[in-house]
């Protein structure tokens, strides 16, 4: 193959404030799985950075389970699909699709036999299902609640048993199979959002919105005790995770904490604080084997120190909303990718290891439009708060002082040598030199969509949704209109100068790229074709001979300058989202991202 898939920087969970979100646990214990919009995201629990994802859901996703026997993964969306899939071949095959109700999905439970699944959320008609795994067929009715089933668990032992919680304040208790339902438990006084066996099926918890946690007979269903006594928890309790052994148990709460029980002893052993600001309140929780895992509300995963409470071993960072810009870059002798999403949240990867971070401080408040490095090591971005920041990559901090506000929303930003800058803005035109402003053109007579400028310094190219493209001279502190103007089939969507500055590529809506040589005063080198809706992207190889586009038809074309017939093409490089940012690491290494807020690298071989 021409092109492989090297690497997966997986996106975060996609987080709801008040809504517990479920963390799933492969039953040999390598991975963990949850969901972020349409995607099911599989780690490995020791290197996290060891990610897939499936894509197959045409609506969102809100659980995914393991099956006990680990070879398949039932995954429910909100349109009340079920589809359960291959987990050991890696483009997971889907084995079979059922719709118990229409409606969210919100929990899913498997027998320890893997062979029948009790699923629960909103249907419009029903709030729950058992059905048999290879055939859809019903084991049971789960009747008596009036709300939303937040919750449902199965006894893994026999005789089988099945609980569920609901927003109606109660838990049922059903026997089976086919399960039927015995009664209900109204100890809560709030919503009631989880329930769990502990693994030797003796005992079960429930977890509620007023703080408390109740446990209860795993066979019979009778209260034995309340966790904690009067309250477990100063906030509402989220989710809960046995250990292994059965004889503990964690509890996530929006109190911002995460508590270790000790369940025959009645006592929190351990409380982890995860912080003070509201986006550390923990609304999941995962034991699986040694490791402690707790996603807040943020979308980080924390992994929980027994020996240093204050203090997580480690937090999974990354994105959990679209990503719509990146750029890459590298430093003493490393390769780092940044990567801007629509919350205005900036990361920063390790390319080789995935391990990343934020920059710290505050930075944009707004989807962050477009990144660039200068030659000043310094990471340009524009975003829809009206700001330009310049932001060092050594310091790794937002600087109160070095950014730039401007009237109009900045579209684009583009860097050049010597501290040159160049905002394209709504019906307006930026030049920066040094961090600061130093002249400003409107009254263009045409609206900038995108723009470049050369790396030998001295011109701008400016893009136009007039399907033009015209070209200024930087004389000093000003840009000057040359009066020289290039045409494209379309309205400009991207643009970039190679990196010899010999060429000029030119994106437009009409799915055409337009390569211009520059040495012969712009005339048209050549036209490429192949994308089935517009360009969005485009990034220049390091070795000027070849650059990447991406579409909105969630396709990446690399093309040779010299001949447009010679081409590789990565069809649904990210499935379900079109591109949105392209950059290349070197030669043979492109990296992609998109709106599913994952990144990935691929190996190119021309």
Known sequence: MPYELKKVFASLPQMERGVSKIIGGDPKGNNFLYTNGKSVVIRNIDNPAIADIYTEHPHSVLVAKYAPSGFYI???????????????????????????????IKDIAWTEDSKRIAVVGEGREKFGAVF???????????TGHSKIINSVDIKQTRPYRLVTSSDDNCSAFFEGPPFKFKFTMSDHGRFVNCVRFSPDGNRFATAGADGQIFLYDGKTGEKIVALGGAKAHDGGVYALSWSPDSSHLISASGDKTVKLWDVAGNVAVTTFHLGTDVLDQQLGCLWQKEHLLSISLSGYINYLDRNNPNRPLRTLKGHSKAIHCLTVHKNEGRSYIYSGSNDGYINYWDAETGTNDGFSGKGHSNLVSKIAVDGDDQLVSCGMDDTIRFTSLTKKEYSASDLVKVDVQPKCIAVGPRGYSLAVCIGQLILLKDKKKCFTLDSLGFE??????????????????DGKVYLYSIQGNTLKAEGKTLEVPGPVTDMAFSNDGAFLAVADEKKVITVFSVADGYTGKNEFYGHHAKVICLAWSPDNEHFASGGMDMLVYLWTVNNADKRIKIPDAHRLHHISGLAWLDEHTLVTTSHDASIKQWTIKF
């Open 132 to 142: 048999l795994w290879d055939s859809g067929s019903s084991v049971g009715e789960i």
């Open 74 to 104: 039932a995954s429910g969306d909100v349109s009340g699909k079920i589809r359960i899939w291959d987990t050991t071949q890696k483009d997971h095959l889907l084995k079979y699709e059922y719709q118990p109700f229409s409606g969210k």
């Open 448 to 465: 900038p969509e995108a723009g470049a400028l050369h790396p030998g310094g001295g011109t701008a190219a400016v893009g136009g949704a």
